[in-house]
Structure formats: C-alpha cells, structure tokens
C-alpha cells in the first residue's frame, strides 16, 4: 500500500509504484502476475455490456490494455512525473504512434535536425506523405525555430542530449516559445531516463523514451512508452489500439522489474560513465573524447541547468584510420561490440563499419551525419570501472605501435 498523498522518492516509486495494490487477492504475490490472457471473460453479459457503454474500466482484450501492462505504465507515469503512461512494443512504434495520432493532415511539425535514425526517416519520409508538413532545423537556435513558426504549427519534437552526437538542445526557451504559441512539445529523452531528466517538470507536455534502454536496462526486450497528460495522450491510447503497436505482458513485465532498480543503476552509470570518461580523456590515444560531464563538451553548461547528471554515454575519435579503429574495437574483450545502449553491459558500436559503413550508407550522408571512421560511441555499463578500463587499456595497447600520433 502506497499513501497517495506522500511525495515518494525515485528509488521508492521505481520498486512500490503500479496498480496492482488490489490485485491477486487470493494469493497475495508480492510480484504482479504475468497475465497471459489475450482476452478477459465477462462475467455476465450485463457486465460486458457496462464495459462497452463505458461504464466501466474491465479488461476486455489485450491489443487495449492488460494488468501487468497497466502496472508499468502507472509506475512509468509516476517516475516521469506524468498523469499517464502508454507502452508500446517499441520505442519506433511509441514515437511512430505518437505522430501519427497527434497530427492530421494539413498540420506543420518543427523537428530538431538530429534524431535517432528511425525517427529521422519518419519525419523525412512517412509524415509528408499523409499530408503533414515538416521543417527540420537546431531547435537550440531558438531565433530560428521562431522564424519557422507557422499558424499550423501543431507540435515542436527533439531529442536531448541527440543519438548520436550528444548534442544538448535547452529546453526551457522552447517550452516557453511553444506555450506562448499554443505549440504541442514532445521530447525524446531515452539518454537520460527520468533519474537523470525531468521535462514534465520543466513544462514539456510529452515525454518519449525508447525503454529498450535504460529504462529497462537489461538488453532483453524491445519497449517504448510516451507520457503525458490524460487529455493529449487519448488519441494516443486509441493510435496503439489502431496501430496494434501493443507491448507483450510478458516484456511489460520485466520493463516493470527493471524499473525497480532504475535509480540504483543510474547512479551506478553515472558513476562508471565519470571514472571511464576521465580515463579516456587522458590516453594519448583519444583524439577527441565528447562526455557531457566534462567542460570541454559544448552542451555542458547548458546540461547543468536541465540535467541532475550525464549519463552514461561518450563518443570516442581515434587517431589513425578506419583499421586502427576496428582493431581497436575487435582487441576488446569485456565491452561488447552491439549497438544499442543503456544496459547493464558496456556496449561499444563502431559505426563506421556497422550502421554507417560503405555498404549501408551513401558516404556523402555519412559525412552529413558527422561520422568519421575512427568515431565509436560507448555505453558505460554498471561493471566495476577499473575492469572497464582494463580492457579499454589492453585494446589501447595493440592499437599503440601501429599508430604514429601527429599533432593537428
Ligand atoms: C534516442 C532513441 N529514440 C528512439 C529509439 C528507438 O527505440 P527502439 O529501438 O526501442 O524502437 C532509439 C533506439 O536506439 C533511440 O536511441
């Protein structure tokens, strides 16, 4: 039992928070069943029929809502501060549904120039074709965002800090611009989850985060979630029942485990990301070394207003070439080669020979995109720090002869 009028801490929602106070009351689990259950039986046909008149909130079928999928959400919505928390079956299909449910034809979207990949192509080439326009600019040059207002600009969308190039876009100007405006804002913030960035508390209206991450943390499961208040988020609801974009009990599951040790893990990230982050910044090695908990980074003042850390992300640049890098990658021995981030594993992904090799990527988009073949972006797990910086110094090492360091 939660008292309702307490204002808990994060670490006490992420483990207590959900809606299942009431639930089970034969057996009394301390763990929300998984309810495995596409449907659910009305009892008699006069309970069914309160269901659909919408006399009552009964589970009815599983694409509309499920009790362990339920449980997340509430404690989702109550870590990011928001009134409600919809899943879906991945952070594509949370941003997608979010979109297309909020925009119509005829409307203008303003959309920061750096997004995650998938995002990017939707505003580049699925929006325009149901008839909504797109400007895509820095929305940290806030003049500029102003300038491109439009009177049917419905919704300012960006992602702070930016995958990949750890951008930091501030947030304050443009949820006062987009409130002066009547504007909808949607902020991407799965670099950073609700431990480290908080938007509902600075005025943003909808939060999104690809929960694969760290959210959930463990690199099992593929989620989304978009949260919100109750009135901007129903035509949402009613886009996951269209769309079908349902998360599974089973993952809504252990996205709610994961989220029980969200807090503990992110200090932990915090932590090991600081430790690894001064080691790399020193090793001769390292060219450029993009951290935002260094002042050398950019978007780091600006980070300190809106962040209460950094997180656990960096990009590295290598000296030398494209082999010294995927020597360098391949010489690793604990810290993966995958992409993805946010898990408990540190993570490295190289994309000059993945994402955004010759192969995949038309070099003219991958210099557009500011990838460089030395470039590699890690994800600092929650292993010991000095066993992360071991391998890194080994994969250092074999790197170290083959590579004559000129100064630039
Ligand atoms: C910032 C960001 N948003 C959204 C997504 C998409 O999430 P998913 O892979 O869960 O569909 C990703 C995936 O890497 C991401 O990094």
């Given amino acids: 039992m939660v008292d309702k009028n307490r204002k808990y801490g994060m670490s006490t929602i992420g483990v207590h928070l959900g809606a299942h106070d009431s639930m089970d009351a034969q057996f009394h689990p301390v763990n929300i069943p998984i309810y495995a259950s596409s449907t659910f039986a009305f009892p008699t046909t006069d309970d069914g029929a309160k269901i659909f008149a919408g006399e009552s909130d009964a589970y009815t079928y599983g694409r509309l809502s499920n009790p362990t999928i339920n449980d997340t959400e509430v404690r989702l919505a109550a870590l990011e501060g928001g009134e409600k928390a919809i899943l879906f079956g991945s952070g594509m299909a949370a941003i997608s549904t979010f979109l297309l449910a909020t925009l119509k034809a005829g409307d203008h979207v303003i959309a920061d120039k750096t997004l995650y990949g998938g995002a990017h192509s939707v505003f580049l080439h699925v929006l325009p074709n149901f008839g909504i326009e797109v400007t895509r600019l820095d929305t940290s040059d806030i003049e500029s965002v102003k300038a491109a207002l439009k009177p049917n600009t419905k919704l300012l969308y960006f992602e702070t800090p930016t995958n990949p190039t750890l951008r930091v876009v501030p947030i304050k100007p443009i949820v006062e611009l987009a409130r002066a405006n009547e504007i909808i804002t949607a902020i991407d913030s799965t670099f950073l989850s609700p431990i480290l960035q908080r938007p509902i508390e600075m005025g943003v209206d909808v939060v999104i985060h690809s929960a694969t991450k760290y959210l959930n943390g463990h690199s099992d499961l593929i989620a989304g979630v978009v949260i919100g208040n109750e009135e901007l988020l129903a035509p949402v609801f009613m886009g996951r029942v269209h769309f079908g974009g349902m998360i599974s009990p089973f993952d809504a599951y252990l996205l709610g485990r994961g989220l029980k040790t969200l807090k503990v893990r992110m200090d932990a990230h915090e932590v090991g990301g600081r430790i690894v982050a001064d080691y790399l910044k020193k090793q001769p090695m390292v060219k450029e070394l993009l951290y935002l908990g260094h002042d050398s980074h ?44 946010g898990g408990v594993e540190t993570l490295i992904s190289h994309p000059a020979s993945t994402t955004h090799s010759d192969l995949v990527v038309p070099p003219e988009d991958k210099i557009t995109a500011g990838i460089i073949d030395t470039l590699m972006r890690l994800s600092v797990g929650i292993e010991d720090p000095e066993d992360i910086i071991f391998d890194l110094d080994q994969a250092f090492e074999k790197i170290q002869s083959k590579v004559k360091i000129v100064a630039d």
């Fill in 298 to 341: 950019p978007g780091h003042e600006v980070a300190k207003t809106q962040q209460s850390g950094f997180g656990s992300m960096m990009t590295i640049i290598l000296h030398g070439d494209l082999e010294t890098a995927k020597l360098f990658v391949d010489s690793l021995q604990l810290i993966t080669r995958a992409v993805s981030l």
